[in-house]
């Protein structure tokens, strides 16, 4: 089992930057990979980016040059830095880790902070 907690989330004028956190309750060296999805209002939950145990990364198109996925291996905590936010952007933003074990692949996810850009 992993617990993710998420914060960071806010109200920002278009333009604006934020940091999203999400602490894990276990040592991310023994998770495969950390993303943070998203969901805007009315839509599906959408992959904004991943980074693996390894430290390689992977992100959406859209968020290309103005994302950043980051991981604290000492602090469990893996963050999100948002720049050049969008009204687009503006969606509940989801924590999620993957462990991949004999017996098949387990999923777990936050809570969920909610991120409002303002035009």
């Known amino acids: 089992q992993v617990q993710l907690v998420e914060s960071g989330g806010g109200l920002v004028q278009a333009g604006g930057s934020l940091r999203l956190s999400c602490a894990a309750s276990k040592n991310i060296f023994s998770i495969n990979a950390m993303a943070w999805y998203r969901q805007p209002p009315g839509k599906q939950r959408e992959l904004v980016a991943q980074i693996t145990s390894g430290g390689s990364t992977n992100y959406a198109d859209s968020m290309k040059g103005r994302f950043t996925i980051s991981r604290d291996n000492a602090q469990n905590t893996v963050y999100l830095q948002m720049n050049s936010l969008k009204p687009e952007d503006t969606a509940v933003y989801y924590c999620?880790?993957?462990?991949?074990?004999?017996?098949?692949?387990?999923?777990?996810w936050g809570q969920g902070t909610q991120v409002t850009v303002s035009s």
């Open positions: 999620n880790a993957l462990v991949v074990l004999s017996g098949g692949a387990y999923n777990y």
